[in-house]
Structures are given as structure tokens and as C-alpha cells.
């Protein structure tokens, strides 16, 4: 009878210990089956200074719904007396199955003595987690991290302490410069504002009408302080003599198409022009109230004229 009960409490032992065995390589196997690649480059580990930025790179491949908790990532932050974590940056490219998430974190040597021989990159945990679950609570059981560990790197300082400065200071030495250098140079000024004058304001001599330049001078001569219906009857006069003048007869509201299709360079301010001669005409024919003394009306006459010397000038 003891015997008989020694054998079941075996059996029921070694069952027990079956179940527990399998319960904790369970979640092992089923990780690795989440963490599917993971490649940590290091940067070089020799032969830094004060000043040096270094980066480490990480290449992560999670199955998927398992998401990266990027937010999460090393944010800028002093790592002791040596080093800085400047930044983060990461890029995350979505496969059939999983998601590639290719990481580098930046850091800075921010200090150093003679004595120090290395620095230690710091450990970092990246947490991951089923992307699926929308309970908080249920998406804390599955949160996992995943430990980048720490690694070294050697260190020296430039110089050794007490030592005399690197390089001693030296008057720098003035150019050699010749005349014929700065007749060059002179030439090479004058004829670039040359140019620019020609682009501006067209050739001195030259007899090519620019009526809505004259336009612009006078609108620009009008007393803005001292704005009213008279002066705003004399700026419409202006413009108008100016598309007159453009088109070598007179342009009426109802002739603007004719215009356009004969001077087809204005075409980009159809509306605008359109608008103008409507505003013309209610003035001097409808008599229709357009607030003519807001002192506004003015400095939109001259964009509208300023928009039209632009293109007269070829430069629009």
C-alpha cells in the first residue's frame, strides 16, 4: 500500500514538474516568434574626443500586430558626467507579415579629462506590444522591452594637461592683390548693375512706350492723406490712359476681351482687369456709392498698376 502511494506521489510530481517546464518555455518560444530580426550596429569603439558625435544603429523586425512603442524612444538627455543623447530618429516600413523599424540613436561626447581611457554607451529598453488590444489594462500584461545592452568606447583627450596650446596663434597673411584683379572685378560690378537697370527700367535711350510705368509714377504722386472722389475719378482717368495708350485706341468695358486677345501677355490679370472697368464704369456711369474715399482704394489702384508694369516690362 505504500508502495502504491509512493508511485502516484512520483507521477504526480513529475507531471507537475512537465507543466511548469512547459508553461515557461512557452512565452520564451513565442517571443522569439514576435522578435523576429534584430541587428545592433555599434559605431566604431576607438579614437574619440570632446566633441565627437557617434551613433548607434538598430534594425528591428516585429510580427505583426506587435507595434514599437516609438514615443517611447531615448529623447535628448545628459547620460552622466561624459555623454549626451542628442536625438532619435527612426523609420518604420510595413511588410506582408511584420514591421521593420530602422533606428539610430545619436550621442555626444560632451566631456572628457586626461585620466578617462573609455565611455560607456548607455543600455536602452525598446518596448513593444500588441497593437490590437485597446484596453489599457490588457495592453500592460503584453507589453514587452527588449534591452539594447550597454558597450564601450575609447576615449583620449586632445591634449595632455599643462601642456602649451595646440597650434600657437599666427597673423594670418593679407592676399596678394594686383590691379588688374580689382579692373576685373570693377568690370564684372558694373556690368551686373548694368544688367539689373536694363531689367528694371529697359534700355536709357530707348523710345519703347511704357505707359502703365508712367501711370505707376502718377498714381504714386497723388496725396493719399488728402483722398477723395476727385482723386479717385483722376487715378481711374490715369489707368485708363494707360491701357489706351497699350492698346493704340480706346478701351471700353465691353472691349476688354478684345483686349486680352489682342495683348494676350495681360492675361494672367483678366479677372483683375475685368474688375477695374466694372468699378470704372459703375463710378462715372451708375453712380453707384464704391466708398471711394477709403483711403484703401488708393494703394489697391497701385498694386493693380504695379501687377500691369510687370508685365509690360516682360517680368511676369
Request: aromatic share 10%; hydrophobic share 40%; charged share 25%.
Amino acid at each position: 500500500m505504500l508502495n502504491n502511494n509512493w508511485k502516484r506521489l512520483t507521477k504526480v510530481i513529475f507531471l507537475a514538474w512537465l507543466i511548469a517546464l512547459v508553461s515557461v518555455s512557452f512565452p520564451v518560444s513565442a517571443e522569439e516568434n514576435i522578435l523576429q530580426k534584430l541587428e545592433i550596429n555599434e559605431p566604431r569603439n576607438f579614437a574619440y574626443h570632446i566633441g565627437d558625435s557617434l551613433t548607434r544603429s538598430i534594425h528591428i523586425q516585429l510580427r505583426k500586430p506587435y507595434k514599437l512603442k516609438t514615443e517611447l524612444l531615448p529623447k535628448r538627455k545628459r547620460m552622466g558626467r561624459w555623454l549626451l543623447v542628442t536625438s532619435s530618429e527612426y523609420k518604420v516600413k510595413e511588410l506582408e507579415g511584420s514591421t521593420q523599424y530602422d533606428i539610430e540613436l545619436h550621442y555626444q561626447i560632451i566631456n572628457i579629462i586626461p585620466e578617462l581611457k573609455e565611455v560607456i554607451l548607455p543600455r536602452h529598453y525598446l518596448v513593444y506590444a500588441d497593437s490590437t488590444l485597446n484596453s489599457i489594462d490588457e495592453n500592460k500584461k503584453k507589453i514587452s522591452r527588449l534591452e539594447i545592452p550597454f558597450s564601450k568606447v575609447g576615449v583620449s583627450s586632445i591634449t595632455k594637461l599643462g601642456s602649451s596650446n595646440i597650434q600657437p596663434d599666427k597673423k594670418p597673411a593679407l592676399l596678394a592683390q594686383s590691379n588688374d584683379k580689382l579692373l576685373l572685378y570693377g568690370s564684372l560690378l558694373l556690368a551686373t548693375l548694368a544688367g539689373l537697370a536694363m531689367l528694371l527700367w529697359g534700355l536709357p535711350f530707348s523710345k519703347k512706350e511704357e505707359p502703365f510705368g508712367e501711370a505707376l509714377f502718377s498714381l504714386k504722386k497723388l496725396n493719399r492723406k488728402n483722398w477723395d472722389e476727385a482723386r479717385y475719378s483722376k487715378a481711374l482717368k490715369i489707368i485708363h490712359q494707360a491701357f489706351n495708350t497699350t492698346a493704340g485706341k480706346t478701351v471700353f468695358i465691353e472691349k476688354t476681351d478684345d483686349f486680352l486677345d489682342e495683348h494676350n501677355q495681360f492675361l494672367p490679370l483678366k479677372t483683375k482687369i475685368e474688375g477695374f472697368f466694372n468699378d470704372s464704369d459703375q463710378h462715372f456711369f451708375k453712380g453707384v456709392d464704391t466708398s471711394v474715399t477709403d483711403k484703401n482704394k488708393l494703394v489697391d489702384l497701385i498694386s493693380f498698376v504695379q501687377s500691369c508694369r510687370k508685365i509690360e516690362q516682360g517680368r511676369m
